[in-house]
């Protein structure tokens, strides 16, 4: 295969997501909890989270939109305790500090920035990071986002937009990602090229159809095997 370009996902591709989460989560409920415990009371954060589940659940025409649905389920729980003006621009800003206040996997900066260096690279992402703040916009020359595609993974054409973006055609295109369905089913039913990026080393799952063209432990990995197999030329 002949790699033009590289797309590449984010959350548990480039770091963990569940810690970033789970502290957003956390200041969310502190904030909450100093400011309107009458909600807090109500919405403790495993009701916050079941909330949250029922909105997504309920609105699937924002499935691809994440930070919609952390909108609306912040608007409902103060509904349900009875206030009407929500300061959802202050929570937001409170979540997204959270979010995105990540810690990288050992091996994504290094490979980031050799990938980079060699090859135009496009973020692919459903989720609602923000590369600005967590100070990895400078690696990328595009970022598509299932908000602003209007389409979520593993829909082909959150891929082709990604295509589009590039210049490239899809099939002299790799799609680098941690998830075994939404990365490389998704980007092979769009004609990209698939590195799957395996940190547990599972088994490729049978029911999901042909393995994907890589199937890599980290991130290192990829770059030792496109420097052997391949140049951006």
Known sequence: MRILALTIDLDDTLWPVMPALERADRDLDNYLRRHYPQVAKIWPIPAMRELRARVAAERIDLAHDFTAQRYLTMQRAFDAAGIAEAPLDAMWEIYATARNSVELYPDALPALEALAAKWPVASLTNGNADLERIGLRMHFAHHISARDAGVAKPDARIFLAAAEQLGVAPDQILHI?????????????????????????????????????????????????????????
């Open 177 to 233: 990602g941690d998830d075994p369905e939404l990365d490389v089913v998704g980007a092979r039913d769009a004609g990209l090229r698939t590195a799957w990026i395996n940190r547990p080393g599972h088994p490729w799952p049978g029911t999901l159809g042909a393995k994907p063209d890589l199937d890599l432990r980290d991130l290192a990995t990829l770059v030792q095997w496109l420097d052997a197999n391949h140049s951006s030329t």
